[in-house]
């Protein structure tokens, strides 16, 4: 979907409804990447909106648009978390993991096995997790992961390498890579 | 049993969460209530910039033009009206008023009421009040 810029910056709201309806599911995935809770996630997802309409004005057009809202969400996530202290309860977390554990994981049907998945991707590090997340938003290049976590293509090659690796430890119970 | 599946693949599938549609409406909703406190501080900005002005306009005025008048107000009326309640800031504000000095210090409130009418007016500006169209 082209978005034009321009229209943006003039506050179009018909041109940010376009913008958001083709964005808001992955602006969505980077903050409950990082805050780990739904409802949350939502509040502080309506809070990155607010920020990107007031804030247009300021974007450079040095960076792909989808970049910069993305480093909006990453950094305002990452705040919102430290402010204030989101951290999910470790025995809330160890029982939804004994439950899978103790399911019968060969007759996961696909929802199922897709929600397993999630919840081992959550068990990350933080930054492995959302480094993994936007390379997979497949047109997220390493300079763009970058651009948007505020380090350099190094670092950011070495988070998604290090991330898979866990990932695949962690899901070696359900999967078997194959070949 | 384990599954053969791809590790790509997998992420590429749980890559991108969904979002629930309301929050586009949320968005617009919220839009046109920040639309509505921007007019409704746009309203008051321009008062509260024009209302110190013409106070310390009316000041300087009086102060410069109508001296006896001042005096009168300032000296008398407000002497006789603090005499009750505190004699000594009915003396200090006649002595103020009665003396050469009182130019310099009415000149110095009415740069005192400008420069704070200014601040409001730099303040609403930057917390975007003056950024309502046709204002």
Redesign the interface.
């Known amino acids: 979907m082209q978005i034009d810029i321009k229209k943006l910056k003039e506050k179009s ?1 018909h041109e940010f ?1 376009k913008f ?2 083709s964005y ?6 980077v903050v ?1 990447r990082i805050v780990k809770n739904p409802a949350t996630a ?1 509040d502080v ?2 809070e990155v ?2 920020k990107v ?2 804030n247009i004005h300021k974007f450079k057009e040095q960076s792909q648009l989808s970049s910069w809202v993305f480093r909006i969400a990453y950094n305002h996530a990452v705040s919102y978390v430290r402010r204030h202290k989101v951290t999910e309860s470790i025995e809330d977390y160890e029982t939804k993991i004994e439950d899978h554990s103790r399911g019968h994981l ?1 007759y996961l049907e696909r929802e199922e ?2 929600n397993y ?2 919840e081992k ?1 959550m068990e990350l590090p933080e930054d492995y997790r959302v480094a ?2 936007l ?4 047109e997220m290049p390493y300079q763009e992961i970058a651009y948007t976590m505020g380090l350099n293509i190094g670092t950011v090659k070495t988070y998604i390498h290090r991330g ?1 690796n866990e ?2 430890v962690l ?1 070696e ?6 070949k | ?7 790509e693949e ?11 549609d309301y ?2 409406h ?3 909703a ?2 046109e209530l ?1 639309k509505e406190r921007k007019r409704f501080f746009a309203a008051l900005l321009r008062p509260s910039i024009v209302f110190p002005l013409a106070l310390a306009g009316l000041w300087y005025y009086f102060a410069m033009f109508k001296k006896e008048l001042f005096e009168y107000y300032l000296v008398d009326k407000l002497r006789s009206l603090f005499q009750e309640i505190s004699p000594v800031v009915a003396d200090s504000t006649s002595t103020i008023a009665s003396s050469n000095y009182y130019i310099i210090g009415a000149g110095i409130f009415s740069i005192t009421l400008a420069a704070i009418s200014l601040y409001w007016f730099y303040q609403g500006k930057k917390l ?1 009040y003056a950024r309502i169209r046709n204002w």
């Open positions: 709201e409804e958001f309806k808001l599911n992955r602006i969505y995935t409950y939502e997802t309506q909106m607010m309409y007031n060969d096995l897709s998945i999630k991707l993994l997340t390379y997979h938003f497949k898979r990932l695949k899901l119970e359900v999967i078997r890579e194959e | 049993m384990k599954r053969d599946i791809k590790i997998i992420l590429d599938y749980v890559a991108v969460e969904k979002a629930p929050l586009i949320k968005w617009k919220e839009v920040q975007k």
